[in-house]
């Protein structure tokens, strides 16, 4: 089956993984293999996403999986994103449902925190559990923010974008050769994705 996510629109056969390492085929269909299996789930300060004007000062429950579908050499999330550790997650990592996580980042409201943040790894290679999850935290009155490197499809942006306060759309570099060459990505895609966003 062919996952139609990112720029790669990897062949996938049953119960193998795409390039990204996130995504399988389950009974013929492509389905989000880290789905809820979190690598990472901290409050941080949103400048750290980084935001500067988008309620500075304040904090956000960030989580993040396993699975990229690039392979930045300066990746600085890489043990919990691309490399063999971070794939060891498909294994071990602790699940969260979508209501686990719309509730913790509820429970502390109280200490500064407005919403979620889909961050970490390429949280778009597992868009489903970004748009179930931040459905449930718009319904709870707070706010979701999404960072990505925008290697994407318009149709996944679109699904998902009703429900995004922020982005952080990382673009890397400026020339189609450094996003082939040094990052393993494809500007194009990004550049349309922000475009869209
Ligand atoms: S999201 Fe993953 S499985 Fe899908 S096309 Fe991209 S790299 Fe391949």
Not at 9 to 33: H, P, Y
Not at 112 to 127: C, D, M, Q, S, W
Not at 169 to 182: A, E, M, N, P, R
């Amino acid at each position: 089956m062919k996952c139609h996510v990112c720029f790669r629109k990897c062949d996938i056969e049953d119960g193998k993984l795409g390039f990204c390492g996130a995504r399988t085929v389950k009974d013929g269909v492509v389905v989000a293999d880290n789905y809820g299996k979190l690598t990472s789930i901290a409050l941080d300060p949103i400048e750290k996403k980084p935001l500067k004007r988008f309620y500075p000062e304040s904090m956000i429950l960030s989580v993040g999986s396993y699975g990229c579908s690039l392979r930045c050499p300066f990746c600085q999330n890489h043990e919990i994103s691309w490399s063999d550790v971070a794939f060891s997650y498909k294994n071990r990592a602790e699940y969260y449902s979508p209501q686990e996580i719309a509730s913790i980042a509820k429970r502390y409201e109280s200490q500064g925190n407005i919403g979620v943040a889909f961050t970490y790894n390429e949280p778009l290679v597992g868009y489903e559990l970004v748009r179930d999850t931040a459905k449930l935290v718009h319904a709870n009155g707070m706010k979701n923010v999404l960072v990505t490197s925008g290697n994407a499809s318009i149709s996944i942006l679109r699904e998902i974008a009703p429900f995004i306060d922020a982005m952080n759309i990382d673009l890397k570099g400026f020339t189609d050769s450094y996003y082939t060459d040094v990052i393993k990505g494809n500007r194009r895609m990004v550049m349309d994705f922000i475009v869209e966003a």
